[in-house]
């Protein structure tokens, strides 16, 4: 939940995204209000077939977006690579992937969703890298606001369509 007050109402309104470090965790977040509700998001999180229709800082996605599921996602940070990625939660407004060995090294993904009076949804992406590798391997991983602002900004794009 601490990781969440670092999302402030001036990052949603302008759709930038923050990174911190320190020894052993990294962590990127980014926050948007959209002006659709959970359901059509979530919507659009969970369908792993049209992901890339809307979302272009993903190559693909394999496998179904259900708990407990195994999905194989290629990004376009890094193409070459293909990412195992467990969905170890799916809730209405939460949807979290997960990847790694802790304590060794854990990547781990965090959707929210939460509905507003006015009928928009506030959208937060949050992702937390953690382990005793990660000073060897910081140095190697590309900075990903960027990627998580373009990510926010076109989930908004295509969730806002009529």
Known sequence: KDILLTLTSKNMADNKATSSATTFRMETAVAINIKASADKIMA?????????????????????????EKIKLVSKLDPKRTFNLKVSQLTPTTMVWQDGFAPMF???RTFSLTPKSDGTTDFSMIEVFKGIMLPMIKGSLPDFKSNFEQYALELKTAAEKQ
Do not use: E
């Not at 809307?54 to 179904?64: E, Y």
């Open 44 to 68: 659009l999180l969970t369908n792993a077939t049209d992901f890339t229709k809307w979302n272009s800082t993903v190559i693909s996605v394999d496998g179904q977006i259900i708990q407990g």
């Open 106 to 108: 854990s990547g781990v």
